[in-house]
């Protein structure tokens, strides 16, 4: 059995600090992910550190350079399983240069209000994701 493919992806909000905005990248393809909604990122290449593929990730998608916040642990040794064959990694992270532009693998973004964080049909994979950074948030306002 080969080991899973690591995609990293950020979870941006409108600030680090006081998130109130969480964007949700609408995917255009392949036909079979086509018009659902998913965090911004991509796969670590090999030999690349996390935090760099996912710097190169939101420049290449998004057109956008971030700041990186925490990291959104999952329940799978940290990780979030996608599938099968691959896993994921998440961080809260802010944009700091750039507007972002849906370039590849989206045609839309959308910025959502907190409370209606979950109003996009997301891939199955991610709303555990997303009710896990909302959880995170909550805590850290309450804190």
Known sequence: MTAPVLVVAAALVDDLDEPRTLLAARRSSPASLAGRWEFPGGKVEPGEDP????????????????????????????LWRINDG????????????GTPTPLVEHDELRWLPSGQWLDVPWLDADVPIVEAVRRLVDADDAA
């Open 51 to 78: 935090e760099e593929a996912l710097h190169r990730e939101l420049r290449e998608e998004l057109g956008v350079a971030v700041g990186l916040g925490d990291e959104v642990p999952g329940p799978e040794q940290g």
């Open 86 to 97: 691959l896993v994921l990694r998440l961080w809260l992270a802010e944009v700091v240069r």
